[in-house]
Structures are given as C-alpha cells and as structure tokens.
C-alpha cells in the first residue's frame, strides 16, 4: 500500500514499486483534458530505473513519467502518438519538480524540471484523447510501477509556459488564491486534504476519497 509520510512539516506518498493511487474516471472529468494540459509533479528516486516508470498515467490520454535511459523526463500523449523526452536527467536522492504542458490549438508541447523548460516541440494541432481510464499516480495500466516518493500532483486543464510552472512549483496547493486561475485544475498533496477546482475554493471531503482506489 502506498504510505503517506511526513517529513518535517510536508507530507508525500512513498511508493515501494508495488502499490499505487488510482482514481475512478467519472463523465466530465477534472482527469480529462480536451485541447491543453499541463501535468505536474515532485518526484524522488534512489536508483536508475532500467525501464519506463509512469509518475502520472490516465490510459491513452497522458503520460508523465520517466525513462529507463538516466531516468530522464518524458510525456506522452494520445497512446504515444505525441512523445517528448527531456534532454536532462533528474538527479537521484533529490525531490526535483516535473512537468509537461501540452497546448493543442497552439501545437506545441514542452518539458520542466525544476521549473526550467529543458525542451519544447512543435506538433500538429489536435485534441487530446478522452478515455475512461481510471488517473493513476505510481503505476500504468501495464502493470508498470513507480519506486519513489511523489508529492504535489497537478493536473490542469490549460498549458502552463515556463514562467507559470516556476511561479506556483513551489507554492502548496492549499495556499492558492482563488482568483489566480479561471480554469479548473486538480490536485493531490497527501496532506490530508485535496483541492480541486481553485475558482471554487472546494475542499473536498471524506466523500471524494471513497471514489479513490488504494492497493
């Protein structure tokens, strides 16, 4: 099972490599994304892995993860038709923050680590694939999981430039204002609460965790 620890006043899921977080898909989804997206993440690991670890996967629609060449960033999206990998790795025993922003109608997708954009492609316009796979932190639908600690997942429903990602890495989701965004975004802090939808200033409950699935 994935555990929750806390490290001085922070908190953050540790994942073995054999448990993961899994969210129910539901209709109009805030999993879901249709012309642009931005996924994000904090991420530690101890070794290099010696193939893809997914950190953020929803089925043919996304992917954030790391490849098994120098545990280097990479995003995926529409079962892999679109695939950008970073030029850097991530350093080991280290958190360092990741992030891909896709924007379809602007045709390009990009790469942060650590708030620096490390690459950027341009792509022919299009939508994002919509599925009914249930969002995973930690494992793909191939039965592929992480072995690492992850904090701070968001995932927005609009591409964040560079400038936008290393504003707000680094700024707790709870500490939000509800006025910086117009467009809803969700996100996982491990803190004991979970805020989606900052226009809405929403705390959700117990109620949201019961649609959660833990193994």
Do not use: C
Request: no cysteine.
């Amino acid at each position: 099972n994935p555990v929750t620890y806390r490290n001085q006043s922070n908190y953050f899921m540790s994942l073995p490599g054999t448990s993961y977080l899994a969210a129910a898909d539901s209709l109009n989804s805030l999993y879901d994304a249709d012309t642009a997206i931005t996924v994000e993440a904090w991420v530690y690991v101890d070794s290099l892995y010696e193939s893809v670890r997914p950190i953020v996967h929803k089925g043919l629609s996304y992917t954030l993860g790391l490849t098994g060449v120098g545990n280097r960033p990479y995003a995926q999206l529409n079962n892999g038709s679109l695939l950008l990998i970073a030029n850097s790795s991530i350093q080991l025993r280290r958190w360092t923050h990741i992030a891909f922003s896709y924007s379809g109608s602007s045709a390009w997708m990009a790469l942060y680590i650590d708030g620096k954009e490390n690459i950027r492609q341009n792509f022919n316009p299009g939508a994002i694939l919509v599925s009914n796979d249930s969002l995973q932190i930690g494992r793909s639908e191939l039965n592929v999981t992480l072995n690492g600690k992850v904090d701070e997942v968001r995932i927005s429903r609009f591409a964040k430039d560079e400038a936008s990602v290393a504003r707000y890495m680094h700024t707790s989701m709870d500490n939000l204002n509800s006025t910086q965004f117009t467009i809803p975004f969700v996100s996982f802090g491990f803190e004991g609460n979970t805020r989606d939808n900052v226009t809405q200033s929403k705390i959700l409950k117990a109620s949201f965790f019961l649609n959660f699935l833990v193994t």
